[in-house]
C-alpha cells in the first residue's frame, strides 16, 4: 500500500498504481485536462507508478509545464503521421521549425520533399494540400485509437544506432556530446523519437489541433495556455516569416541548423571565424536598414521596439553609426523618459504598478515634444528619475537641423496611439527581436523566449545583481507586456532585424548555469530552472574572449564599447 495526499486529503491504494489514475480520480477537480503529476517537488509522467508515499498536485494544459508537454506531444504526433503518410521515417523526414502566427511551422526534408514540393504560379515552391489532409487524418485517427507514448531509457550507443537507422543523423550526432550513459527514447506505435521534456501519456490526449498547409510547408496550430480547448486562428506574418526564412538560410550557408552542428563546429577549432561571420552577416543588415532610412530623405523619426533582451540598445547604438555614415546626426530618445509620475501609473491586476502598458507614458507631452523638434524648435528634454519616479529637466536642450535624426527606443515604438500626431512620412519603424533560428535538432525547436530569458538573466544578474530565481519570477509578467504591446504590431514595421547570434548560447552557458543552479530546489521556479539547465548541456560552452566589443551579446555578458 501506498499512502498518496492530494490537496490536504491523505488515501491509500494498492500498488502499482500511476499518476494517470489519480488524475483521472481528480480530474472533476480541474478545469482543464491534467498531462503531468508533481511528487514531492518532482514532475512524473502520467504512466509512472506510484512507488511511495507521496504528496501529489497536478499540472494541466493551462499551466506552463502542461502546455509545453502538451505542443511536444503534439509535434510527435505529426511527425509520426507525416512518417505512415509517407512510407517510413527515412522517406517521411520532416523539421519543426520555428513559432511563428500562433503556430508551429513544419518542413518536409529530403526525398519527401521532393515529392510532395511543387512550383507555384509565384515561383516558388509549395505544399501539395492533399498530402497534408491525408497526414491530419491521420492524427485524428491516432487520436481516436488512443495509443500509449511509451517512453524507455536506452543505452547512448543504442540511441545512436537506432536513430542512425531511422535517418535521424542529428539525434545520433547530438548524442555524441552526452556525457550521461543513457537517454530517454519515446516510442509511438514503432516510431521512436527523443524529446526535450515530457510527454502526455498517449495520443487520445491530443484531440485538439488543426494542421494546415502553408508555404513549402504545414503550420500545425494548437491551443494557448488561456483557452487550452480552443485551437488558435493561424495569422498570417509574412515580414516576420521572411526574417526567420532568411535566417534559416545563414544558418544552413553557415552549415549550422542544430546543435550538434554547432559542437562540431566548436571542436573543429573554427568558432573565431564564425562569430566574425555572424557578427558581419548582422552588421550587414544594420547597414541595409541605415541606407534605406537615408534614401527615404523625410525620415525624422526612427522608432526602435522589441521584446524583452532584443538587445534594442546595442542595435540603436550601431545603427547610430551606420546612420553617420550617410552624413545623418542621430539622437538617442528613450520613450522611458516620458513616463507619468509614479503615483499615476496604472495597476496591473495583482495591483502591481504596471510600467508595460501604453498609459504608463505621458503619450500627450510625447507628440507635443516630437512635433516641436519637428517644426525646428529648440527643445528642454527630460529624463525620468527611476529613484525618485518623476520627470526631471536639467538643462538638455535639443534642436533639429536638416541632417539631424531622432533614434527613439521604447516598448510602444510601433504603435501609431504612441506618435499619433507625427507626419507618417517622418516615421521609420523598426522590429527588433533574437529570433533563434537554431534548434536542438530537427525535431526540437528552441523556443526563441528561451533564448532571451538567459540573455535577461546573464544581464540582470550583472547589472543589477539579481539572482535567477527573481528574474524567472518576473518572466510571466514580462511576456504578458510583450504579448499585450508589441507582438500585435510587429507586422507594422518597416523593417524587422533578428538579433540572434548562432553562436551565442554556447557563451551564455558559462554565465547562466551557476545563477540556475542556485535556484532554491523548493521554490517555484525550480522546474524552469532545471528545465533550462538541461537544455543547456546540449551546447558545448566556449569563452567570450573572441567577441567584438560592438557585438550585441556584448549588451549581456559585459565588455560592451558602448554604455548599455
Known sequence: MVRVTVNGICRQYRSPVTYGQLAQEHQKDYSHKIVLAVANNKIKELNKNVTKDVTVSFQTTADRIGHDTYVRSACMLMLKAISDTAGSPREGSASVEFSIGKGYFCMPRGELAERILYVGKDGREQMDPSFVERVKARMREMVREDIPIMKKAWPTDE???????????????????????????????????YNYGYMVPSTGYLEHFDLLPYRDGMMLMLPGRQEPERVRQFEPREKLFQVLERTNDWGAQMGIETVADLNDKICGGNLAELILVQEALQERRIGEIAS??????????????????????????????????????????????????????????????????????????????????????????????????????????????AEDILVIEGIHGLNDRLSHSLPLESRYKIYISALTSLNVDAHNRIATTDGRLIRRMVRDARTRGASATHTLQMWNSVRRGEEENIFPFQESADAMFNSALIYELSVLKQFAEPLLYSVDRNAPEYFEAKRLLKFLEYFLGVSSENIPQNSILREFVGGSCFLV
Open 159 to 193: 540511441a545512436i544506432e537506432l536513430f542512425e537507422a531511422q535517418g535521424m543523423d542529428d539525434k545520433a550526432r547530438l548524442f555524441r556530446y552526452r556525457r550521461g550513459s543513457y537517454v530517454n527514447v519515446y516510442c509511438l506505435d514503432g516510431y521512436y523519437d
Open 292 to 401: 534605406d532610412i537615408a534614401e527615404r530623405g523625410n525620415v525624422k523619426f526612427v522608432m526602435i521596439a522589441g521584446p524583452s533582451s532584443s538587445g534594442k540598445t546595442t542595435f540603436s547604438h550601431r545603427l547610430s553609426i551606420q546612420l553617420k555614415t550617410h552624413g545623418l546626426t542621430p539622437h538617442p530618445i528613450a520613450v522611458d523618459d516620458y513616463f507619468v509620475d509614479r503615483t499615476k501609473t496604472p495597476l496591473d491586476e495583482d495591483g502591481n504598478y504596471n510600467f508595460e502598458c501604453l498609459e504608463a507614458i505621458d503619450v500627450e507631452k510625447f507628440n507635443h515634444d516630437m512635433c516641436a523638434l519637428l517644426a525646428g524648435e529648440r527643445l528642454e528634454m527630460p529624463r525620468f528619475n527611476f529613484k525618485t519616479g518623476l520627470r526631471e529637466y536639467k538643462g538638455d536642450f535639443l534642436q533639429l537641423g
